[in-house]
């Protein structure tokens, strides 16, 4: 995106005072000439920037000029205008920040982010009708108490869907799929909750420090690998064709792992799950597109599974 690009030269004139075609080229990884007509464009734009010829020269904003982006990179700022259109998840004061953040851009391409603005939308409601409804009831609450590193008495539905009381300190929330998660730390250490779970929110009055080495995406990064374990302590090693591979990845998320590529274009794939044998069939669905390996039981519930198959579907006037 042409704006992304510009966007981003201006940010670098304001952080650096003055740059060289050559530094913005090898920063966004484009040609000089490309730079040199992004550069030519914001100045006809009218933007106060001017170029300095000679041994120490290069590009520079004229004076203090300055184009207000909240010290944003351009990837940040146009990641936020997508953002706007997630209706279940922007805050109606977060869309007057990023309106604020529109009108500090440059007219001559605040067409391009009023369009990025308006290109994502997301439907939580799963096809029928069924989904989570919006965010859970109490999902700001929890948001504003881990920015405030607020302590809270956390009213809890278990497995068994009873409620309990947790004391916890919220380090912060994530958005997996189309559900939201609380990771915080109680007296038995860090612990993962489902927001949809919580029943009430009540502050003890006390604040807490989070651990200086703590780092939510890191965090859940962990969190996903557990949870990945416990859910794939059985696995199939397959070989499938290029599509075949793609699909069993869609189908089986981040318990599938691609591996090497042969020189047919097949591809080896690994397929972790709680049940080898529901995999295996799960896998037999894509016939020659997928070819089991290994390990050896996983070929005996598949040989099996064959000929159930060829039992019900090749001998003459069965039904």
């Known amino acids: 995106m042409r704006a992304d690009r510009l966007v981003s030269v201006l940010l670098m004139l304001q952080q650096k005072k003055q740059v060289t075609v050559a530094q913005v080229a090898e920063e966004l990884e484009v040609s000089e000439r490309t730079v040199r007509r992004d550069l030519e464009a914001l100045a006809m734009a009218g933007q106060p920037i001017y170029s300095e010829r000679g041994r120490n020269g290069g590009w520079r904003l004229l004076g203090e000029g300055r184009t207000d982006l909240s010290g944003l990179k351009a990837d940040e700022a146009y990641a936020l205008f997508g953002l706007s259109g997630m209706s279940t998840t922007v805050t109606p004061e977060l869309k007057q920040a990023l309106k604020k953040l529109l009108s500090a851009l440059p007219e001559s391409f605040r ?47 278990d497995r068994n869907g009873k409620e309990t009381k947790r004391l916890i300190c919220p380090f912060g929330v994530v958005l997996k799929g189309t559900t939201w998660y609380l990771v915080a730390g109680t007296d038995n250490g860090q612990r993962t909750f489902k927001v949809g779970r919580v029943k009430s929110v009540e502050s003890t009055g ?5 651990p200086g080495d703590f780092d939510l995406g890191e965090s859940w990064r962990q969190v996903v690998t557990a949870v990945d374990t416990l ?10 064709e290029p599509w075949a591979s793609e699909a069993i990845v869609w189908m089986f998320g981040s318990l599938a792992k691609p591996g090497d590529r042969f020189a047919d274009g097949r591809v080896g794939i690994t397929v972790s799950g709680q ?3 529901v995999i295996v069939r799960r896998l037999l669905s894509f016939g020659r597109g997928a070819q089991i390996v290994g390990p050896p039981e996983a070929l005996e519930v598949a040989k099996e599974t064959a000929g159930e198959l060829a039992e019900l579907y090749c001998r003459p006037g069965k039904r």
């Open 111 to 157: 067409d391009e982010a009023e369009t990025a603005a308006a290109s994502v939308h997301v439907d939580p409601a799963g096809w029928g009708g069924n989904g989570s409804g919006g965010a859970p009831r109490y999902l700001d609450a929890l948001q504003a108490a881990a920015f405030c590193r607020q302590e809270l008495m956390l009213g809890y539905l």
């Open 206 to 210: 006390n604040t807490f420090e989070r």
């Open 231 to 240: 859910r794939g302590p059985e696995s199939v090693e397959a070989i499938a």
């Open 275 to 277: 049940n080898r044998n």
